[in-house]
């Protein structure tokens, strides 16, 4: 076969016109584009400790890596929210962040959502077993030592016996009734949830809208006070509530929606999560063996995080090089903040990305043991895991319809809208996108990078071109455009 009855062959056997309906790739709906593959949890973010154990553990089940280090991230905020504290600026020192985290992770059932949270938060029931242990023990000396202090003379008794406080590190009741309680004696602690959607629907009741805002106080700090008609409660200074959960994709969209619907999400309650997307991986023919010795490791470091929260909180500041690239970090933020052309929802979540920055980097500089000054390697895993966070969040609220976040969502919607009005070209290329301007595509690179991945979404179909590469759109979406 001669050059060009094979280019004749292979430009036959490619065009889209040779395939059946049946052999068309069903397109992603514009609404659940996601864009490029989610990006791999960054490495050497996590001490040994606990990678060590959560890599093989995340194997072993064939979950994303992505979802137990996450949770186990949260879960360490909680042991350390209320004791520490971030201040990002020294030049602004009324801005102090805490190093409370909100994780939730999206995924269907089936997912070994169980089997992930039990198995990383074992530390901590461990620790409030204990505790609770550790207090019953201590009341009954307390009652034999008040009931002799009671029988002694009013003159000869001294101090009364100091009841003992009962410590706390989890809890699962999300009333304000409840926290506010538990808050009065332990300052910060990680809220557990195998299922979020309760809590997030709480949230949006009418007659639970001073939860709304005592949950807003624990996220960010502030001051409580609660009066009662019986007793008057003691003022809560800056509680600080952790959370860690799992939530399945539909009921956390319909959330989303009826938030965006009423404009309850103005204040931000959602976007402090970062949110993870859940799933599972292939599984493995040989799955690695997770060993006693690592999973050990990993209960020691998390119950060694936790310690009474009787004095101030340390405040944690940046070493001189980290200030320096904190500066750089908030400089791009702003900038970005100020484009006209963000969706709302999504500035409101772009919002929150200093903030969020500071509150990793706290963390993670205790989780390194850095004693005090936050690294300048603590602060660029913190603005890797925020980044990495974003793409998460831009396929999770994209798919609730907060918004069209990428270039690839806004070029999909002009092809469809050119395609409706009958001027799309039979055939793209990347020179065609950069031409048109579609949501700044600016070089033919870019513009392949956005096609191909469109190819991918089942959008775009290949067609063969000697010289350039060349797609033309799925006719399923030509069927629906004309529809």
Known sequence: MDKKSLTDELNRLRSPENLSPDDLPEPTPLEELTGEELPPFPGGV????????LKPFSERLAVPYDVPAMTALGLASGLLAGRYKVRPDPLNPPWEEGTNLWVAVIAPTGTKKSAVLNTLARPLYELEQAFHEDFEAKRRVWELEREAWKAKKPEERGPEPEEPKPWRVVVEDATKEALVRVLQVNRGLVAVFDELKGLFASWQRVDRAADRAFWLKAYSGGYHREDRMSRE?????????????????????QIVLKALEEGEEADGLLQRFILVQGGLTAWPEKRPEVGSQAYHAYQAFMKGLWREPQAPPV???????????????????????????LPEAWRGYLGK?????????????????????????????????????????????????????????RVAAKLLERARRGTLPKELNPRWVVRQGFAGVETSKEAYKVLRALEREGWLLPVYHPRTPTWTLNPRLLTQAQA
Do not use: M
């Open 46 to 53: 996590l001490p040994e400790a606990l990678e060590g154990f």
């Open 233 to 253: 409660t003691s003022p809560l200074r800056e509680p600080a509530l952790a959370v860690v959960g799992f939530v399945q994709p539909g009921p956390f969209r």
């Open 315 to 341: 405040v944690l500041t940046f070493d001189p090089e980290a200030q320096k690239l904190w500066y750089e970090w908030e400089d791009e933020v702003e900038r970005e903040l100020r484009n006209e052309d």
């Open 353 to 409: 990305r200093l903030g969020l920055t500071a509150r990793l980097a706290g963390v993670l500089s205790v989780l390194w043991k850095e004693g005090g000054l936050i690294s300048e390697d603590s602060l660029l895993r913190a603005i890797s895991l925020v980044e990495w966070a974003e793409a998460h969040a831009k396929r999770v609220w994209r798919r609730a319809r907060v918004g069209d976040v990428s270039k690839l969502v």
